[in-house]
């Protein structure tokens, strides 16, 4: 485990933009820099901005590592139940990946009854709704309680481009976003690539309480996951050995997981209508710490401490020119 010395030592050195003006195509995500390739690949790197509540809040030692490195453990863990757009990884941070025609859903699969975002099932829940998702849940649930069976509530964005709503399979449907096959094939792969979650996590001592899956078409029309797989930022992940205790007692599990920083906003602010306060030191050192003790547990690898002694875009940048001095595209070279 990296020491919290070290991690704080990093804050003033995150990497907070991979904008490269060599390459072309760029796209800027909440936490992702993209290029499309001319040859339909795809180059996704992992900043360490934080977002949550639909915003960029700050950014977390190491977070782009974690988040790339993780993903790529679950791939691997599952390239036999679904096939994924992983082509190469040249750096730490970098995905090279084929170019997908994405669907117009996440696929969010969840065990638990939590969340503190507008579109978390407790939410809904601790506001009466009995149906969430097309799923029928029973009266008398508490927050993070277990569910009776694992259910599928996908998301998608409205017309107007704001931020995910939930709705039931059969939105997708009648809106024309997926077909009846697309769906059933996107239900079976992601309860199959959950329940393998699930028992990775088991094994370590984890519970894998709920998860996003998004997934695009290949040049063939082949259904392919995409973007990041279980990851702290994906998905949600509790200490198994204290989850009862606290639970039985009202308080919050204990989480290696995004949830962390949302509820420390949450405390402290309502994060859709207020300001939200700058995240302290302290805070951000403490979650980078979680999101490193997740990959650890998950992969039973330590996590290799990148070279500290130049910037992550210029390491980034050397990696790149790397990989493109191997490849046909001299026209690109950084």
């Given at each position: 485990m990296i020491?919290s010395?070290?991690?704080?030592v990093?804050?003033?050195?995150?990497l907070?933009e991979?904008?490269?003006?060599e390459l072309?195509?760029?796209?800027?995500?909440k936490?992702r820099?993209?290029?499309d390739l001319p040859d339909?690949k795809r180059i996704?790197?992992s900043t360490?901005?934080q977002s949550?509540?639909?915003k960029v809040l700050?950014?977390?030692?190491?977070k782009?590592?974690?988040?790339?490195q993780t993903?790529?453990?679950?791939?691997?863990?599952?390239?036999?139940?679904c096939?994924?757009h992983?082509v190469?990884?040249?750096?730490p941070?970098?995905?090279?990946?084929?170019?997908?025609?994405?669907l117009?859903?996440?696929?969010?699969?969840?065990d638990y009854?939590?969340?503190?975002?507008?579109?978390?099932?407790?939410?809904?829940?601790?506001k009466g709704?009995?149906?969430?998702?097309g799923?029928?849940?029973?009266?008398g649930?508490?927050?993070?309680?277990?569910?009776?069976?694992?259910?599928?509530?996908p998301?998608?964005k409205p017309?107007?481009?704001?931020?995910?709503?939930s709705?039931a399979?059969?939105?997708l449907?009648?809106n024309?976003?997926?077909?009846v096959?697309?769906?059933e094939?996107?239900?079976?792969?992601?309860?199959?690539l959950?329940?393998?979650g699930?028992e990775?996590?088991?094994?370590?001592g984890?519970?894998l309480v709920?998860?996003k899956y998004?997934f695009?078409?290949?040049?063939?029309g082949?259904?392919?996951?995409?973007?990041?797989?279980?990851?702290?930022d994906?998905?949600?992940?509790w200490?198994?050995d204290s989850y009862e205790e606290?639970?039985?007692?009202g308080k919050?599990p204990?989480?290696?997981?995004?949830?962390?920083l949302r509820?420390?906003?949450a405390?402290?602010?309502?994060?859709?209508r207020d300001?939200?306060?700058?995240?302290?030191?302290d805070v951000?050192?403490?979650f980078?710490?979680?999101?490193i003790k997740?990959?650890?547990t998950?992969?039973?690898?330590?996590?290799?401490?990148?070279e500290?002694n130049?910037?992550?875009k210029?390491?980034i940048?050397?990696?790149l020119?790397?990989y493109?001095?191997?490849?046909?595209?001299t026209?690109?070279l950084?």
């Amino acid at each position: 485990m990296i020491d919290s010395k070290i991690i704080r030592v990093q804050i003033p050195n995150v990497l907070t933009e991979a904008y490269f003006e060599e390459l072309p195509n760029y796209y800027k995500g909440k936490v992702r820099e993209n290029y499309d390739l001319p040859d339909g690949k795809r180059i996704l790197i992992s900043t360490d901005r934080q977002s949550a509540f639909d915003k960029v809040l700050s950014a977390v030692p190491f977070k782009g590592q974690i988040l790339t490195q993780t993903a790529k453990f679950w791939f691997e863990e599952t390239k036999d139940i679904c096939p994924n757009h992983v082509v190469e990884y040249p750096d730490p941070n970098v995905v090279v990946g084929r170019k997908l025609e994405m669907l117009p859903v996440e696929v969010v699969v969840r065990d638990y009854l939590t969340g503190s975002t507008d579109t978390s099932a407790w939410t809904a829940y601790s506001k009466g709704e009995r149906e969430f998702c097309g799923n029928k849940l029973p009266d008398g649930l508490v927050k993070n309680d277990v569910l009776p069976e694992t259910i599928l509530t996908p998301s998608t964005k409205p017309d107007d481009g704001s931020h995910d709503i939930s709705v039931a399979p059969e939105y997708l449907i009648e809106n024309n976003l997926l077909s009846v096959e697309q769906w059933e094939e996107l239900a079976e792969i992601s309860l199959a690539l959950f329940a393998k979650g699930k028992e990775v996590a088991t094994k370590n001592g984890l519970i894998l309480v709920d998860t996003k899956y998004e997934f695009g078409l290949d040049s063939d029309g082949k259904i392919t996951l995409a973007d990041e797989i279980h990851t702290p930022d994906s998905s949600r992940y509790w200490k198994a050995d204290s989850y009862e205790e606290l639970h039985s007692a009202g308080k919050e599990p204990e989480s290696l997981d995004k949830e962390f920083l949302r509820l420390w906003i949450a405390e402290r602010c309502d994060p859709y209508r207020d300001e939200i306060p700058e995240i302290p030191d302290d805070v951000l050192v403490e979650f980078s710490g979680k999101y490193i003790k997740l990959f650890e547990t998950v992969t039973g690898k330590e996590l290799e401490l990148p070279e500290l002694n130049i910037s992550m875009k210029e390491r980034i940048k050397k990696n790149l020119e790397k990989y493109f001095s191997n490849k046909i595209y001299t026209q690109l070279l950084i």
